[in-house]
């Protein structure tokens, strides 16, 4: 099938197969009238486009959120998951709508309103999570240097604790 998008102002078409599209119902909120969509994987990044079939000026940048927020989780309700045709966790594709800046520093994640997509049946929607703590505004590179800054502290640690065992260790092996 062949979409139109007007993704950064450059129209053009591209080619996507019926497994790339997905029907939303209820609508995105605030595009609840656009439901079929499809999911574009972005070339050598682990961002995805959700292009409308119906609107090609309307695109979204999603990002699965386990890959920046490993202790991610929450439960689906039983009506959410038979409306979406899910049977099984695999049927799931989780993914965050991320809000672009030019500034990467202010670039968010949304994780109180995930989109579910069922590889099953190819229904897809929003859920907001009820009783979450989840961001609605995740700063994600602010995060992501957060946890890179404790990384880096922690190595530095480990090597300052394996600077001061090797000398121990000298001296027990010459003596």
Partial sequence: M???TNFLGVEETIEVSEEQIFSFDPGIGGFESLRRYALIPEQDSPV?????LEDPDVAFALLEPFAFKSDYAFELSDADAEALGMREAQDA???CVLTLHEDPEKITANLLAPL???RRSHMA?????QNSDYDLRFHLFAEVAAHEAVDESMESAEAAAATEVEPELALRASA
């Avoid at 995805?48 to 409308?52: M, N, T, V």
């Fill in 93 to 95: 594709l989780v993914r």
């Fill in 2 to 4: 062949l979409v139109k």
């Fill in 125 to 129: 929607r929003q859920v907001i999570l």
């Fill in 48 to 52: 995805e486009w959700l292009q409308s």
């Fill in 116 to 118: 579910l997509l069922s």
